[in-house]
Nanobody, 121 residues
């Protein structure tokens, strides 16, 4: 049974940084595309960033390009989202996900429980 566990969320002020981590169990992430999604209250879950198996191909939503960085440590079965220059509109629950390929729709195979990120102005 695959499990993804996120951590690192919290409350920060605009302009500050946070690092989210996702530890996988039950799967070997080197065989999976890994991604981050987010969902704000009243909105649909949206794609934030994704990385293919080798970490050489990464994908970002335009709203986070240049501010967020996704990376993976296959040896530790962990994927990380470094978030810099946070804005109030980044406030959401952030979810880690795993699938065979990176797609920008929220129909990935495996999901974590989510971690709350709140950015105050």
């Amino acid at each position: 049974q695959a499990q993804l566990k996120e951590s690192g969320g919290g409350l920060v002020q605009a302009g500050e940084s946070l690092t989210l981590s996702c530890v996988a169990s039950g799967i070997t992430i080197s065989s999976y595309a890994m991604g981050w999604f987010r969902q704000a209250p009243g909105k649909e879950r949206e794609f934030v960033a994704g990385t293919m198996w080798s970490n050489t191909r990464t994908y970002y939503d335009d709203s986070v390009e240049g501010r967020f960085t996704i990376s993976r440590d296959n040896a530790k079965n962990t994927v990380t989202l470094q978030m810099n220059s946070l804005k109030p509109e980044d406030t959401a629950v952030y979810y880690c996900a795993a699938d065979s390929i990176v797609v920008r729709t929220a129909d990935w195979d495996y999901w974590g429980q989510g971690t709350q990120v709140t950015v105050s102005s």
